[in-house]
């Protein structure tokens, strides 16, 4: 009858709404991996090297679901190294997880951790988990939270290193406690080729942390779409 077809209509819609959710999901998937197999190509990546354990050593392994999530600072990583935790039945909730047990706990396996066999087994059988940022908001928001803040690891450690190659004039208490690095100075250490001290995992490039044309990722999110992709 007419009114038993009108109540069925929304969930048709619904029904409808979730596979088109389903589709777009499916073709920016697509679409991304496409731009980076591109990507990759254009640079000649040479996607034949051997995998080693350097290669893998920022990717986390929740054996359970049979995920691997490589950890990228910046681009949510705190979050998504709660959830392998809850996934591993560390914690019933992500609420219950404080940030230093996160990073500092090592509660979680990284799959540099395992043998050759066990970690080409892991990279062939498991769900591949890669999530990005856009670069300069990348580096933005890890000069923000490592040299506008007080930190007693990265402002002796970088900050000296960067005053004292980069600013003329510098004062004896920046070079001392390498406290207030400026912005400009911070991307003339990154354009440095022969900067006075190495690269950070907080500022690296992602092609450094998780050798994404070596080891062909299953899904790759974006930070600024993080609610949708998740």
């Given amino acids: ?10 969930t048709l819609k619904s029904e409808d709404r979730n596979s088109n959710k389903w589709k777009s999901l499916y073709q920016i998937q697509r679409e991304r991996k496409r731009i980076m197999r591109e990507t990759c190509s254009k640079y000649k990546s040479n996607n034949r090297r051997i ?32 959830v392998l935790m809850v996934l591993n039945g560390l914690a019933s909730s992500t609420k219950d997880i404080q940030h230093n047990t ?4 090592n509660y979680l396996k990284r799959l540099d951790g395992f043998d ?16 990005i940022r856009e670069p ?23 900050g000296k290193a960067i005053i004292s190659r980069y600013r003329v004039n510098a004062t004896k208490e920046a070079l001392r406690t390498g406290s207030g690095v400026k912005f400009k100075e911070f991307i003339q250490y990154l354009l440095d080729v022969h900067r006075p001290v190495g690269m950070d995992i907080h500022w690296d490039h992602v092609n ?6 070596l080891i062909d990722y299953d899904f790759v999110g974006k930070f600024e779409s993080m609610e949708e992709d998740a």
Wanted: net charge positive; with cysteine.
């Fill in 1 to 10: 009858s007419m009114n038993s077809s009108v109540l069925n209509l929304p």
């Fill in 51 to 82: 995998i080693t354990p350097y290669h893998v050593s920022r990717i986390f392994v929740e054996d359970k679901y049979r995920v691997l999530y490589c950890e990228v600072p910046k681009a949510g990583c705190s979050n998504w190294k709660r």
């Fill in 102 to 105: 996160v990073h500092y706990g």
């Fill in 116 to 131: 050759h066999k066990g970690i080409y087994h892991r990279l062939n059988t498991y769900t591949k988990m890669l999530f």
């Fill in 136 to 158: 300069f908001e990348k580096l933005v928001s890890a000069f923000r939270d490592k040299f506008e803040h007080p930190n007693n690891y990265y402002h002796p450690v970088f």
């Fill in 208 to 213: 450094r942390l998780c050798s994404p044309c």
